[in-house]
């Protein structure tokens, strides 16, 4: 195991997403964590991040002493090398300039880290003015005169740049070189192994009791729960809460991929009637979002005790949530949406957890899927909010609309899987869906004039949905779906294309 202390750098989950592209299994932890829970996974080296503090700066975070007491081999990235300097008694000073963006390096001195020219992706204000005693410059570029440096003997090494990021090409190399060449660490995290591991996990933590899911029908809970069916098959009993707030053919999809595909025990709820019940007359999205919330948890209590209120529960949690829980800074972000997840459970429920997928990132779990035998349809789905379509049917929730609202999507979504742009390996697009519009304009059909809604087209681009661009579909496409929707669906006379990006939009409309 790799260790990466995350001194608050944005590309931070980079560096492990990289090393475990390089199937190198690698934790990420806080700068300041105890001591032992780091040295806990035993690691064979650390990665120290970049962050945005300046180290001689009082209450700037500092390397803890247990990473050079531990002995083993240390790469410090653009900060980390500066705290690696500052802690080692070298000089750490403001650069004259920053320097951002894309500089050349070469290196300048043999080591096993880095050779010859290289493009790669400076972001930094400091610089190191004299690196420690024992360290040597191993590379330069025309704007900083210790790109990279190492102490060879004590396998001790800094770059002032980024290795992690895409504009580095030559950075994943040599975060793998770090890692198997230097540090030792095996090259065997792959998705056989995760499998193996986890299931191992699984059973060992359960031994021969009940496991409950709610499933979804998304990547994260479907996959959890192939994995808990692999380690303890028939004990793990499924929950599939058909809210009537669907995708087309969504709970025909689910049933087959996880009880005819896996044999699952999936026990079906169909209780569209109270949730609709409880839409009747809502159109405040935050009112429709709590109503939603508090239904599921009801029918998910219902159904458990029904099911002998089995000790443990199955999440779909992944390392990103995991992560993200652990920023207290992030936690003062402002509420933009109430987020809803299916297993959104209440806190007095007296469970204890099983997540499988606790340390996996979202391209981990996805091949996870794959090697347990998951349909590629399911393991490519794009992701689909908790609430369902309630929050794409715009105004009041009801059947008719939901209706109208599922044969638009499937005909948007149908023709973009169809060109290849959504659902598969690859695909430039993160997520696409109509929205129905609770607005009447005039139109003419035949010789008749209509009064109808109106359906909005989202499709986005997006690494981390945090972030979003609105997509530039070909016309031909669009003007295919537009006619499609206005001919097939009944009570859509208009079909717009949202061309906003988030910010300043969100991806939802609700
Ligand atoms: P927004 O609309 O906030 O969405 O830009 C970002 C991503 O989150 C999804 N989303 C949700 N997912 N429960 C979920 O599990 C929710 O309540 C929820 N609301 C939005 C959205 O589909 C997009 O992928």
């Keep these: 195991m790799i260790a990466i202390l995350d001194f608050g750098s944005q590309t931070s989950q980079l560096i492990a997403r990289r090393l475990r592209e390089a199937q190198v299994y690698c934790q990420l932890f806080p700068c300041d964590a105890p001591a032992g829970d780091v040295l806990a996974g035993e690691p064979q080296g650390f990665v120290l991040s970049g962050g945005p503090a300046s180290v001689y700066e009082p209450g700037a975070p500092q390397l803890p ?138 059973r060992q933590q359960v031994g021969d009791r009940a496991v409950l899911a709610a499933i979804s029908g998304g990547v994260d809970s479907s996959v959890a729960a192939a994995l808990v069916h692999r380690a303890i098959g028939d004990q793990l009993v499924a929950i599939f809460v058909d809210t009537g707030l669907l995708r087309q053919g969504e709970r025909q999809q689910v049933r087959e991929a996880l009880q005819a595909g896996l044999g699952i025990e999936l026990v079906v709820v169909d209780a569209a009637e109270q949730f609709l019940g409880d839409l009747a007359g809502v159109t405040d999205p935050e009112e429709k979002r709590s109503r939603i919330g508090e239904r599921f948890i009801r029918v998910f209590e219902e159904q458990a005790k029904a099911l002998g209120q089995p000790p443990f529960l199955l999440q779909g949690t992944i390392y990103p949530d995991v992560i993200e829980s652990r920023a207290p800074e992030r936690h003062h972000a402002q509420r933009i949406k109430t987020h809803h997840n299916v297993g959104g459970l209440p806190e007095d429920m007296d469970f204890e957890l099983v997540e499988p997928l606790r340390y996996l990132f979202k391209d981990e779990v996805r091949q996870v899927g794959l090697e347990l035998g998951l349909p590629a349809g399911l393991v490519w789905r794009q992701p689909f909010p908790g609430p369902g379509l309630a929050v794409r049917c715009l105004g009041e929730v009801t059947a008719e609309r939901l209706e109208r609202l599922r044969a638009a999507d499937a005909i948007f979504t149908g023709e973009l899987e169809a060109a290849g742009l959504l659902g598969t390996a690859g695909a430039p697009l993160a997520q696409a869906f109509a929205v129905l519009l609770p607005v009447y304009s005039v139109g003419v059909m035949g010789d008749q004039r209509t009064y109808q809604e109106c359906v909005a087209l989202r499709a986005v681009s997006s690494q981390d949905y945090m972030t979003a661009d609105w997509a530039r579909l070909p016309e031909d496409l669009l003007a295919r779906v537009s006619g499609r929707i206005v001919n097939e669906v009944k009570g859509v006379n208009r079909v717009v294309y949202d061309i906003s990006s988030k910010p300043p939009a969100t991806i939802e409309w609700e």
């Design 65 to 202: 002493d247990y990473v050079l007491a531990s002995g083993k081999p240390v790469l410090g990235i653009c900060y980390g090398m500066q705290a690696l300097t500052h802690a080692l008694g070298g000089r750490v000073a403001p650069a004259g300039q920053r320097e951002y963006g894309a500089a050349d390096i070469r290196s300048t001195a043999e080591n096993p880290l880095l050779a010859g020219e290289q493009r790669v992706w400076m972001s930094h204000g400091d610089r190191i003015e004299q690196a420690p005693v024992g360290f040597a410059p191993i590379a330069s570029s025309d704007n900083a005169p210790v790109a990279a440096m190492a102490d060879l003997e004590r396998k001790l090494f800094g770059v002032q740049f980024h290795p992690e990021v895409q504009h580095t090409p030559g950075g994943l190399e040599m975060l793998r070189r770090f890692a198997v060449d230097i540090c030792g660490a095996p090259a065997d995290w792959s998705p056989g192994h995760i499998v193996e591991q986890s299931v191992a996990a699984v």
